[in-house]
């Protein structure tokens, strides 16, 4: 029975209890000072039909109990008989069990010892309104007026209409009479075909239903009682039928009656409101294809998601799992009668189970169950973080508020590399963690051909190295950045670069090692523009340039123990030594098309996350590597620093030599 027949159903059941409460008592006083009347109409009415139309909870069960409980204690003392104690002892039963059965339960009554499902389902049908206050409306009325009174008999009669008869249905008729056509096929949103998966229904909807109710909550109904309740995912016209899938978040109690046959059909109504207190929609189930490592489902083409968006779905001991978008494509599926189905195939990759202490995620050692929903997070207002000691922010997770930071110390001590285009951002990330060495005492080394770190970094300033020799008097002195601009590099880019690298190497390697013990991060070397500086064999200038490139390799090596580490910067990936850069332990990849780049990133990042690079908007990138709050790969969205260097940007000269790609990030 809907909310509008319910209602009716009432206003019918008053009306007719007040009349026949005037023909017994010849007055209205009972209205508000005989114990029948209060039990039969605010009680067992109100009760069962606007509060627990369909079934009582625990929750219910202790209201009900506790109003009884204090119905009882408005009887006079004199009044108080045997029957008055048994209704007494009974409300304070259902007092007591329904709320330890709240107090300890934690899951659905099916999972529960049987004790707890024994004692929940006595209390569900002794503890209801028709069987609590329907015994009370009769004692009322017996204490009232006498067992052998004649006006007890039109007050049962009463009784009996109410739980015997079927009045529901008159105030369905009624309600059917003073409603339009469209009213009620708006009412019943559909009806239930079959379930597919564990979690998954197929509908046919109502014609009379807008067109974007996709995403709308749901409910299955049926003999007037909720059976579970969902959001509708799919919506489809095929052979001129209108075909719907729903996923069903939460099973109620009478979920089992389901399967019991009968003439009556399991209804489908749209709710109207979500139950869900943190506004996480589902939007899919976990379907074929879906490993340890990724979760695979299908979604209405209509429906839009985002590369980046991360999902949610309940593992063991109700944990979140969060996985991230990252790749999506057009299937089609055979339907009846030959139809097709287009639906989008997306895969979103593993990040973890998040953990609020360190603000990172931890891994998931098994794949997401069969059928199991799929949320989408909402996003809520970020909130201020305390990062561990050398730590720091880059960026976020798209739209939500999980912060994605690296620990600096291996940043450097590691080696890392930022590889993108030019123009995708790649410049102010290492502006930003070069700042963020700096903060932490780090020497920086760096080592540009595009001379923009001079003008971006001069609130620090750097120290300009013309030649090697003058290393060794920087390195003694308190100025924490170094600068070489290759102005003169007549030995060539990599002779220069391994020159300096020796050189800053030298001057490090004075220092005591503890026995089996590496130093902390103390010198990062900056390479801007790699593929100039440290070219791969194939790409050379000269023929001797390898063994520069070579002994470069050999420093930074070596260098690893004494706390020096590399921070690679390039455009062209395929043109940077791999020996070098396979020792990168962390990367920051930008928006990048170059099919050798890509194959070698796919090693460190997997087949789905490498395709995605070529699509990657202006700022976002992908991490991963041990530096990483992630020990997944993350694609996530750097920080605006834009405003930052704004004023520095605008100031910048026209120099060739300067990087214009950097005044248009």
Known sequence: MNRKNRLIFLLLAFFLLVIIGR?????????????WFTSGFFLLLLLSLIDQPHFSKDSNIFVNGTTAWVSLLLVNTVDRNGIWWIFFIWASYLIISSYLLMWFRSNELLNEKPIVQITSRINRQ???????????????????????????????LFWAIFMILNLPALSAIINKLISSKNQDQNQ????????????????????????DIVGHDVVLIKNDRILASGVLIDDRIASGQRIGRIAISKFEEEWANISIPGENEVALELATS??????????????????????????????????????????????????????ASVCQMALFEGNQKQSVRVIAEQLG???????????????????????????????????PKMHEEVGNVPNSNFPVHVNIDDIVTHNSSIIGVTGSGKSFLAFHLIEAMIKNKIKVLILDISRQHDIYLKELNPTALK????????????????????????????ATTADFVLAAFEEL???????????PARLCVVFEEAHSLIPEWNQVAQHTDVQQVNKTARTILQGRKYGMGALI????????????????????????????????????MGEEYSHAISTLPIRHAILVGKASSSTRPVLFAITDMAERWKEIKDEAPNDPAVDKSIKTQ
């Open 23 to 35: 023909c017994v008592n010849e007055s209205f006083s009972f209205l508000l000072n005989q114990f």
């Open 126 to 156: 002794i503890g209801r309104p028709e069987a609590l206050f329907s015994a009370f409306f009769l004692w009322g009325c017996i204490l009232q007026f006498g067992k052998d009174s004649n006006k007890l008999s039109p007050l049962f």
């Open 188 to 211: 019943k949103a559909g009806i239930l075909l079959n379930i597919v998966s564990p979690r998954i229904g197929e509908v046919s909807l109502s014609p009379a239903l807008s067109t």
């Open 274 to 327: 979500s139950s869900d207190v943190n506004n996480d929609k589902p939007i899919s189930v976990v379907d074929v294809g879906t490993e340890i490592d990724k979760i695979v489902f299908f979604i209405h083409p209509n429906q839009i998601l985002e590369s980046g968006d991360v999902l949610w779905v309940v593992i063991n001991s109700k944990r979140k799992a969060f996985y991230q978008v990252i790749s």
């Open 353 to 387: 189970v998040w953990v609020d202490k360190y603000y990172r995620f931890e891994p998931i050692t098994w794949l997401a169950p069969a059928g199991q929903l799929i949320y989408k997070t909402s996003y809520s207002e970020k909130k201020s973080i305390s990062l």
């Open 467 to 494: 030649r090697n020799t003058e290393v060794k008097a920087w390195w003694e002195s308190d100025s924490l950045i170094g600068i070489h601009q290759y102005a003169n590099a007549e030995k060539g880019y990599p």
């Open 509 to 519: 390697s004075k220092m005591k090692l503890e026995r089996g013990k590496n130093s």
């Open 569 to 604: 910067i390039t455009q062209r990936t395929a043109n940077v030594t791999k020996t070098i850069l396979n020792q990168c332990n962390t990367i920051f990849a930008f928006q990048s098309f170059d099919q050798t780049g890509l194959d070698f990133l796919k090693n460190y």
